[in-house]
């Protein structure tokens, strides 16, 4: 399965970047779960529980690692926005379409959960699970 094709993405959130630590930053490959308006716009749209919803950048930024890298910045709702507390945790997902435009609800999974373990099984049954390049990369699933 191709990860355009999934309504569902997971991902371990690890330390987050800016000083509101609420940026997660996805290697291309990886960012590809996200509609193509949604790159075209460096726009997404994400949905809390509670129900609020929030459009957040979502930032192409290539880095040269003595090789040309491509990875995207998504900036989730800061709390201080309403967000949620998202370092060293589960980022999950779901693609939902509204009124013809992609909305993604997101959730935050603690490690070692039962949710947690859910989607690593979902992932292993779509043969999806995989971890991010580095060798402390974060493991992440869709299906």
């Given amino acids: 399965m191709k990860i355009n094709k999934a309504?569902?993405?997971?991902?371990?959130a690890g330390a987050?970047?800016?000083?509101s630590r609420h940026q997660?930053?996805?290697p291309n490959y990886l960012a590809e779960f996200f509609d193509d308006l949604s790159r075209a716009t460096e726009l997404v749209t994400v949905r809390l529980p509670g129900g609020s919803t929030y459009p957040r950048p979502f930032v192409y930024r290539g880095t040269d690692y003595g090789q040309w890298t491509e990875?995207?910045?998504?900036h989730l709702p800061t709390v201080e926005m309403g967000g949620l507390?998202?370092?060293?945790k589960i980022l999950k997902f779901v693609r939902l379409h509204e009124?013809?435009?992609a909305l993604y609800e997101l959730a935050v999974i603690?490690?070692?959960s039962s949710e947690a373990a859910q989607l690593e099984i979902e992932a292993k049954k779509a043969r999806t699970l995989g971890s991010t390049g580095s060798s402390q990369g974060r493991q992440y699933?869709?299906?």
Avoid: H, K, N
């Fill in 7 to 12: 309504s569902t993405f997971g991902i371990e």
């Fill in 16 to 19: 987050m970047s800016s000083a």
């Fill in 24 to 26: 997660v930053e996805l």
């Fill in 71 to 74: 990875q995207w910045r998504l």
């Fill in 85 to 88: 507390d998202y370092p060293g």
């Fill in 99 to 101: 009124g013809g435009s």
């Fill in 110 to 112: 603690e490690p070692g």
């Fill in 141 to 143: 699933g869709y299906w």
